[in-house]
C-alpha cells in the first residue's frame, strides 16, 4: 500500500536536520522503511506549513501506523499519513453498494 506522509519539525527536529543533513534524513527513513518490508519512493523539503512530503509503501496500514506513532512521540516531527488509492482502487470502490442515509432524512 501506498501512503502521502506529511512531516513539520519542532525546533528540536530543525536543528537535527541542520546538522545531519537532508540527504540524512531520507536516508534514515530509507533505512527504517526497509526493516519495516517497505520503501521510499519520493522525498522532498518544502517550504510553509509542512517541511517533508513523502511517498512510501508499505505491506499494510498497521506498519504505516507503527512507523507514524514512533516518529511522532519521538518529540521532534508532526507526521499526517494518508492511505493512497490508485484509479483502479477508487474505480473497485465506486462499484460497491452502500446503504447510506444522511443525518436528518
Known amino acids: ?17 541542520m546538522k545531519e543533513g537532508g540527504t540524512g534524513r531520507r536516508a534514515a527513513l530509507q533505512q527504517v522503511a526497509k526493516e519495516l518490508g517497505g520503501s ?8 510553509g506549513d509542512t517541511d517533508v512530503y ?3 509503501e508499505f505491506p499494510d496500514n ?7 506513532m514512533t516518529v511522532g512521540a519521538s518529540g521532534s516531527v508532526g507526521v499526517e ?8 482502487e477508487v ?3 465506486a462499484q460497491i453498494s452502500v446503504n447510506y442515509r444522511p443525518p436528518g432524512k
Open 81 to 88: 499519513t494518508s492511505v493512497l488509492l490508485t484509479p483502479e
Open 1 to 17: 500500500m501506498r501512503y502521502l506522509i506529511k512531516a513539520s519539525y519542532t525546533t528540536e527536529g530543525l536543528r537535527g536536520v
Open 54 to 56: 513523502v511517498i512510501a
Open 40 to 47: 521510499i519512493e519520493s522525498f522532498y523539503f518544502a517550504f
Open 91 to 93: 474505480d473497485d470502490a
Open 62 to 68: 498497521k506498519t504505516a501506523a507503527a512507523l507514524a
